[in-house]
Structure formats: C-alpha cells, structure tokens
C-alpha cells in the first residue's frame, strides 16, 4: 500500500535521526531496560531514547492521540514495529503501564482518569505497580481483606499487600480493596493510588539470591479520592479480572521478539559439537531444538492474532488464560534446554570461570519457576479455561 510505504520511509527517517546508537544493542543490564518512573535512574541516552519516542507517544503507537498516544492503525503501529526491529532498537518503555493498568484505564476509566493518567503512562513519567496479592489471597483472590472505609471525599485504607513486584521503585498502585463485607466479590472495588500517600510503607522482601523485586505494602490510615476509583464502588471484580486477562497477554509474551530465540540457537552452536556442514550431531538435542522453535512459531502467530485484536480496541477475552499456560509453560522448556544445553557451565552463579551470559542462565531459569505463579497459577488457568473457554460444570 504506497501510503505505508510513505509511512515507512518516514518512520526510518525519524529513527535514523532520533535513536541513539547505544539503543542498537541489547541493555548492558537489566536495570538499563526502561520502566519509566520518577524513582528510575537510567543512563542519558536511554532517558534520551523515552523522551524523544514519549513525545511522539510511539511508545503505545496505538493508544489515541487526544491522550499522547501515538494515533498509529493497526498497520502502521505494525510498520514502526518492524522498522525498530530492523535497526535492532529496543523498546524505550516496558511495564505494568503500558501493558497493563494503561489498556484498562482506556477501555473503563473515565475521563478525567485517562486525561490524568494515560499521558504520563506514555512519556514514562509515573512507573505502576499492582496491590493484589495478600497473605491470605492469592488464588483465591476474592478472599483480600484489606478495607477501604469511606469519610468524605475520600476512602481510608488499611491492610497489608503482597508479592507487590517493584513496589519500591513505583509511583503509582492499582490496588484491589474490600468496601462491603457482607459479599464477597460484590464488596471489592478498584482504586488509584499514589504510592507517596501518607500511611503506604513499602518493604523488599530479600530471596535467598540477595535481592528481590518483590515487596510487602503496608497500609495504616492511607487516604485515597474516591474519584480515584475505577468503575463502581463495589463494582471492582469484573475491572479486576479484565486487568489479569491484560496480565496474561503480557506474561504469555514473554518471549516474543526476543533475543532469546537467537540465542538458543547461538548455545546450540556454541556448546554442541557440529558436523563440517554446521549440522548439530547429536540427533536428541536437534529434535528438541526443532519442536522448541516449532512450538514457539505457532504459539508467535497464535499471540499476533489475539494483539490484532486487542490493537483495535477489543478487551481480551478469558482465552488469554490458554496464552499464559501455554506461553510460561514454554518459557521454562526453553529455560530447561538452555541449561541442558550449557552442561556444567550452566552452574555458574559469580566467579571466574564463567560468561557473563553463562552468569545469568541459572538465575533466568529459576526465574522463570515464578512464571507459572504470577499472574494467576497453571491450576487456576485450568480453571478458568475449563469453565469459561469450554463451558464445563464447576
Ligand atoms: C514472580 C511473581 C510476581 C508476582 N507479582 C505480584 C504483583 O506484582 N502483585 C500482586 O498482587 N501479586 C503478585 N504475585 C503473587 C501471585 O499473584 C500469587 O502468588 C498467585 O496468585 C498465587 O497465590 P498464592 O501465592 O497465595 O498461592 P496459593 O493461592 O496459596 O496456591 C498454592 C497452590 O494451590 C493451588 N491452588 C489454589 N487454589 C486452587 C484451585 N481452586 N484449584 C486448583 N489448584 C489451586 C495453586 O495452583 C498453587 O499450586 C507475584 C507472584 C510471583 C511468583
């Protein structure tokens, strides 16, 4: 179509001159991957990297331009995705809001909400992080106790949240809360909070490794604007349940595009012996490597319809439970083969002796352990598919 190859010319134009050239390379560290966030503190050219793509709102290209999105169709968003592909770029803006809280806020916010929120989710101002998880309500997160009790204008919190990945690097929390006690899902509502609330206290949870990104959130007295709720007060549950098929869209793709699947084939090459015509020897490993890359194509062009779909504004449906049991459970096939792969030198924690690729095999493996939890465990996308994607009886 000659105005997308017009569009094309120009999106490469406008990346020739906007990107800087260290953002051609993978990040030297994960904590050069850009969350956004006024707490964030990132290398110049990644900041550079956000501002530039942030103006010109191509960090969500599809979300409406009334809000500082980038106004791009379907097509276009797909062109600009193709042409930072092609010049290696990596993404200037990953997280909860973009993926997540953003989306929901577009299909259910009202619009004061998406003219406060949606604008700094995409120039990265404000990073977000999610107040689901409680002690005692994880999969059965209906059970969450934490109270919101409302005096004036506002809703005063109390309660203890858990497993709040990067809670101390975020700004703002989308949190669930309990207003009604006498029903269960029909006494849960959806708020907005600023993290610097009086009364929010935010503490890492250490992990055997020596850091988490998890943290325990406290909350004493927390004031809250009933303004900041989303949908109905006592109307929470339906709002929550579209924010997790939002989730596990995201957690499914957790390999798409990636530098991933290259590098399983580079670890293939690197630690097998091959023949002359570089054909890998061992026939077991190379019937493994193909059904990976087999099973991962299907599961590519699978997850392509599905964002087509939500790229044109359609909220996921309960079916993004199939992409997040199938998605994480190929995750950590892949993660079991790299190790098989890399023999003893996948053992590598610190020290000499080791790659610094070798040196995070072992902690992306165990990390992709908590891919089958978050988000609502394998058992409970069963669930859900069996009873809302099947029709079966409870
Ligand atoms: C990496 C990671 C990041 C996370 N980040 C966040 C976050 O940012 N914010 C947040 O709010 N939470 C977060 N969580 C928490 C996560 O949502 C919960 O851990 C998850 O929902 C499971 O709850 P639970 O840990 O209480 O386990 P439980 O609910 O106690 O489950 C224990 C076991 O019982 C099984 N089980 C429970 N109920 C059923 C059932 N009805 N049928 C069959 N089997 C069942 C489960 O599958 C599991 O195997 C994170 C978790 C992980 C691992």
Redesign the pocket.
Known sequence: MPDLETFRTDVRRWLDANAPASMRTPPAHPDDVCWGGAKGKYPDDVRRWLAAMGERGWTAPTWPSDYGGGGLSKDEAKVLGEEMAQQKLRPALIG?GLEMIGPLILQTGNEEQKREHIPRIVRGEVRW??????P??????AGLQTRAVRDGDDYVLNGQ???????DKSDWMFILVRTDTAQKQGGITFLLMDMATPGVQVRPILLISGSS??CETFLTDARVPRRNVVGQENGGWNIAKMLLRFERNMIADVFKARDDRSRLLRMARQYLPSSDDGRLLDPVMRDRLTQMELDQLCMDLTLSRSRDRLKAGQPPGPEASIFKLYGTELNQRRRELMMDLAGPQGLGWEGPGFADDELTLTRDWL?S???T????????Q??IIAKNVLGLPD
């Open positions: 909860f992080c999610q107040g689901y998880s409680e005692g309500a994880g999969s059965d997160l949240k858990v497993w709040t990945s990067y809670g990104p998890f990390r352990r908590g891919n939890i978050e988000g609502g465990t394998s058992e409970v069963l669930n």
